[in-house]
């Protein structure tokens, strides 16, 4: 709909078809050419939202020549999350960014709101909408303190980031059409104006479920995609023949953009698991990034942010009486946290592959070209 002389696009479609800048195209998914990471099956859906209960939303914000940005919003179950906490974690990779509320997170190792990603100059604004949609939610009348969780990259290359175009409105309405189903990637929400790697990056998901002998659990993660180094794909250097090759270039301006950007990541997990546990699991999707070729640069703020839905590992709201939960234990996570990093890794390639080529804010950023890359990846 249009609002505002801004085109909003509340996206829920699904991976191939995604609205962006350009014109809309259908693109693969990273299975799709064959490119299937690790050893561990993928869910139904291939998406963070195979994890049951996990609901995904964003807003797509394209207006003129020069907005190219949005909101992607996880809940990790459709509840009330202040009341119903998830334990959860964060991981730093490079603390090179703006991740609001994780302290409170580390501290406390729980989540008690939905997490929303948007762009840096966004994270005020998307803060106040996380705390005016939890302060609606029906029970939460007398609640009195919030720790909104809101991550970010820098998409100031393709939008015009200091207009600070995301509003209080476009976060609820993510919020509020957060779906169980199948998540857009690509250029939407938070990805709307994001690079990676030199080309065209955006939101990216996928997922694990492990054999019942190493417990069933399901991992599935969503990234926003917004950092540099030097492509790899499924252990292919692609960048040796895409070209996009940081501190290769003469001028040191544009060298310098191997460190404008970062790269948000999201771990749910049905799995019982404390805090601790779940930072460990942040910890290797953060790690994951490797394996796509990830130079970790200065600039690059990495962070991951890990919760369990599994009802044993909730607590609630006040609760002060002391209870039993069955969480697994260290010798029982191996597995896990094979499953992260390969979903981690997939997701990332099904960010670069669903975006669409993108102008705005007096630059074009290409998507990745398909053809070359299925001929790149058949000598594999």
């Not at 801004?6 to 078809?17: E, F, K, N, Q, Y």
């Not at 693969?28 to 299937?36: E, V, W």
């Not at 948007?118 to 604004?125: P, Q, R, S, Y």
């Amino acid at each position: 709909m249009w609002m505002f002389g801004r085109v909003i696009i509340a996206a829920t479609l699904m991976s191939g078809g995604c609205f962006t800048a350009s014109a809309q195209e259908a693109r693969p998914r990273a299975r799709d050419l064959g490119i299937a990471p690790g050893v561990f099956s993928p869910g139904p859906r291939n998406t963070i939202t195979d994890v049951a209960g996990v609901r995904v939303g964003h807003v797509t914000l394209v207006s003129g020549n020069r907005v190219r940005t949005g909101v992607t919003a996880i809940l990790p179950h459709g509840g009330n999350v202040f009341q119903d906490k998830v334990t959860g974690a964060v991981y730093v990779g490079n603390a090179f960014g703006k991740l609001a509320g994780a302290l409170q997170v580390a501290e406390l190792g729980t989540i008690e709101t939905p997490i929303v990603l948007t762009n840096t100059l966004g994270v005020a604004t998307a803060s106040e909408g996380v705390l005016e949609w939890t302060l609606r939610q029906a029970g939460n009348e007398d609640v009195r303190s919030v720790n909104p969780l809101v991550g970010e990259t820098n998409d100031g290359r393709l939008n015009d980031i200091r207009g600070r175009h995301v509003t209080r409105a476009d976060v609820l309405q993510a919020l509020e059409r957060a779906s169980e189903g199948p998540v857009a990637e690509g250029a939407v929400g938070a990805g709307t104006g994001t690079v990676a790697f030199g080309w065209k990056g955006g939101i990216g998901t996928a997922s694990r479920v492990l054999p019942r002998d190493h417990g069933g659990f399901t991992v599935g993660v969503l990234v926003q995609t917004n950092y540099g180094g030097f492509l790899t794909i499924d252990g292919v250097p692609v960048w040796r023949t895409l070209g996009h090759t940081p501190f290769a270039v003469a001028d040191a301006s544009e060298a310098s953009r191997a460190d404008e950007g970062s790269c948000m990541i999201v771990v749910g997990t049905d799995a019982p698991l404390d805090a601790s546990a779940l930072e460990r699991l942040a910890a290797r999707s953060i790690f994951a990034l490797a394996r796509t070729g990830s130079s970790y640069t200065n600039g690059s703020g990495d962070f991951a942010i890990a919760f369990s839905t599994a009802r044993e590992a909730r607590r609630r709201h006040g609760e002060r009486a002391a209870r039993s939960r069955a969480m697994l234990p260290s010798d029982a996570l191996s597995p896990l946290f094979q499953a992260v990093i390969e979903t981690t890794e997939e997701a990332v390639y099904n960010s670069l592959l669903a975006a669409t080529t993108t102008t705005g804010n007096g630059h074009t950023v290409e998507a990745l070209p398909i053809e070359t890359l299925r001929e790149l990846l058949q000598g594999r």
